[in-house]
């Protein structure tokens, strides 16, 4: 689950030019790994850090939510009915237990709620991304390995789904499909994969000419092994940067889905759906029980793009030394 | 010229004729067509007499060329729920959505395009750093969740704005227009600014980034030096140099506002095509759904062949690129 977010991943392919270092600084990379480089340069940026470990916190409290929330929201026996719409920081009816964030229209603690959301959210924000990675970048470097019509034709393809807004294709998708977890993850799939086709494609095709790819066919090495073992791995710098804004936006997306009543059903409660049943209390000023699901989102959202940003500046070699 | 112009629309026929292959296949093969187009309060004899009026008793390939000629005649179905033809339905709730299109564009012009051009002729005023930080907030906020909290701050706490409508309307031409009353107007503000949001701040870093780049150039520095006052150069020769790239960036995004104006409908119940269509989602309506679907893949291709079009007209680089491909 942590992996599109996991900085670790970018490591393997960045094996420092000797050829790029002076000779003093030659002898301090001897004793870095680019690991240690990569850690250097992402934790410079203050904001990026602290980015980084709000997320890291959300994805403790998401993989967590269960031994972490102080109440089990949709425990009907410890649910009840008599706390509904207490304000934050108020006692449950029988003192056993303080609702921090204040209880939503059934009784339930809206924090303990925010945690199960940020779960479920966050689960199918991941999952999806993963899955149009998967298929996106196979058919990207499909596209750039093989050339002419089939590169034509994919590329005709994504353009012309790139040409359709998301929540668009999304929404013609769900109103097609019905509700459902899986549902919502094939609809985020289909709107994905094509970004990350095009930026395996760009990559790929640079690579493509260089040496290494000249040698390996020089070599008779399968299609699929130089596809899968030379040209992916050095494509993958772009595609974690992708990754990140592309989890971001498809948690936003199933969000306002969920809000519509198109996403997710209501046995699986993830943030847009708690805000959504918030809405109908906010016009008695009980803002509580939808601003804090918000506010969650937000967090989520605002801290993986500033991660995605900082991984953008540090993996992009143009602007390393 | 005239080469592109004919692939381009072929590609589009293509599209079209794909799209109304999808949208059939996933009505008639992915989901029961007998559950999906027919009033599940009909009797039984009702049902078999739709079936075969709808030929559902037909093989697959006879009811695709059915579907097809009846949607080019215009005929899309009846809705279950108004039992008006669904065509007629979207065609009118069209001009409420357009409407809201148009102003939350104007509107992302007028605040958006003032600051960005603030922000670049300033870059290390602190007012600067705070339009460009609200404009990162501009696109990571959840449109939705802005409008909740618009409601909540405009609506109810403070009280000064509707929260849900469109307000007293006025005929124009035979099309109900919002803007021209001042009721209306109150009813649009909310929903047009919060479907704006995210052009707010595209246009901010548009006109931004274009007015650091503009001031360095030749002509602004003769402009200064001619002693020409700075509101001129402002007005005249900066802002009229960073509105090519603001201009076809909206131009742009509009199909994306009327496909986000769904969110903005739906939150501030504003009777428009989204709204109709989230509705019929939630009551099962199929025939309003299936004719919202085709309308809407249709009335994209056409954007997206106009831009084409437009962006081949201006720069020629592009129409040369897809003929030589």
């Known amino acids: ?321 | 010229m005239s080469v592109f112009i004919i692939r381009r629309l072929l590609q589009s026929l293509v599209v079209v004729f794909v799209m109304s292959l999808l949208v059939f296949f996933g009505v008639n093969v992915v989901g029961d067509p007998v559950d999906m187009l027919i009033n599940p309060e009909m009797s039984q004899a009702d049902i078999e007499a739709t079936i075969r009026a709808l030929g559902l008793d037909r093989p697959v390939h006879e009811q695709y060329w059915h579907f097809l000629t009846n949607a080019l005649s215009g005929d899309l179905g009846k809705s279950f729920i108004f039992g008006e033809p669904a065509l007629k339905l979207i065609l009118q709730r069209m001009p409420a959505t357009l409407e809201l299109a148009f102003v939350s564009l104007l509107m992302s012009v007028a605040i958006g395009l003032p600051l960005g051009v603030y922000a670049g002729l300033n870059p290390e005023s602190r007012v600067s750093r705070t339009i460009m930080a609200g404009s990162i907030l501009g696109f990571s906020l959840p449109t939705f969740w802005v409008g909740l909290m618009l409601i909540m701050i405009f609506a109810v706490v403070l009280g000064w704005l509707p929260s849900t409508g469109r307000g007293d309307t006025v005929q124009v031409l035979g099309i109900s227009v919002s803007f021209l009353t001042l009721n209306g107007l109150s009813h649009l503000l909310l929903p047009a600014f919060n479907l704006a949001l995210t052009n707010i701040s595209l246009v901010i870093r548009l006109s931004r980034a274009g007015t650091r780049e503009v001031v360095h150039q030749d002509y602004v520095k003769f402009a200064r030096a001619k002693g020409l006052s700075s509101n001129r150069i402002v007005f005249v020769h900066v802002m009229k140099n960073i509105m090519i790239p603001v201009v076809t960036v909206l131009g742009l995004e509009f199909g994306g506002l009327i496909a986000f104006s769904v969110v903005t409908e739906t939150i501030f119940a504003w009777p428009g095509m989204g709204k109709l269509l989230i509705d019929s989602v939630q009551n099962l309506d199929r025939p309003v759904i299936v004719a919202y679907l085709l309308i809407i893949v249709l009335f994209f291709i056409v954007i997206n062949l106009l831009v084409d079009l437009t962006y081949s007209l201006l720069d020629p680089r592009v129409r040369l690129q897809d003929v030589k491909a």
């Open chain 1, 1 to 321: 689950m942590t992996s599109v977010t996991d900085p670790t991943a970018a490591q393997p392919q960045k094996v420092p030019d000797p050829a790029l270092l002076d000779a003093g600084a030659e002898e301090r990379a001897a004793q870095q790994t680019p690991f240690r480089r990569f850690c250097r340069d992402f934790f410079a940026s203050p904001v990026a850090s602290v980015a980084f470990v709000v997320l890291c916190c959300i994805l403790f409290i998401a993989v967590f939510a269960p031994w972490v929330s102080p109440t089990d929201p949709y425990d009907l026996a410890v649910v009840d009915v008599m706390d509904n719409r207490l304000p934050p920081g108020s006692t449950s009816f029988d003192g056993s237990v303080t609702y921090w964030l204040g209880t939503d229209g059934a009784g339930r603690d809206v924090l303990s709620a925010i945690f199960y959301g940020l779960r479920t959210s966050l689960f199918v924000g991941v999952a999806s991304g993963l899955i149009a990675l998967l298929i996106g970048s196979s058919v990207g470097l499909v596209s750039a390995y093989y050339g002419g019509r089939v590169d034509s034709l994919i590329m005709r393809i994504v353009d012309i789904q790139l040409s359709f807004p998301a929540i668009l294709v999304a929404l013609i998708l769900l109103a097609a499909l019905g509700q459902g977890v899986e549902k919502i993850i094939v609809a985020l799939v289909v709107v994905q994969w094509a970004y990350y086709a095009r930026t395996v494609r760009g990559t790929a095709l640079v690579e493509r000419r260089k040496e290494y790819v000249e040698a390996a066919t020089c070599l008779a090495l399968p299609s699929r092994r130089i596809l899968f073992r030379h040209l992916l791995p050095n494509c993958l710098p772009p595609l974690i940067v992708v990754g990140t804004v592309q989890t971001a936006s498809a948690i936003a997306l199933e969000a306002t889905l969920s809000f519509l009543g198109l996403g997710l059903p209501i046995t699986e409660p993830s943030l847009g759906l708690l805000i959504a049943n918030g809405f109908q209390y906010m016009m008695s000023l009980q803002y509580w029980i939808s601003v804090f699901p918000g506010i969650a989102l937000l967090i989520t959202i605002v801290s993986i793009n500033l991660v995605g940003d900082q991984l953008r500046d540090v993996l992009n070699p143009r602007l390393q030394q």
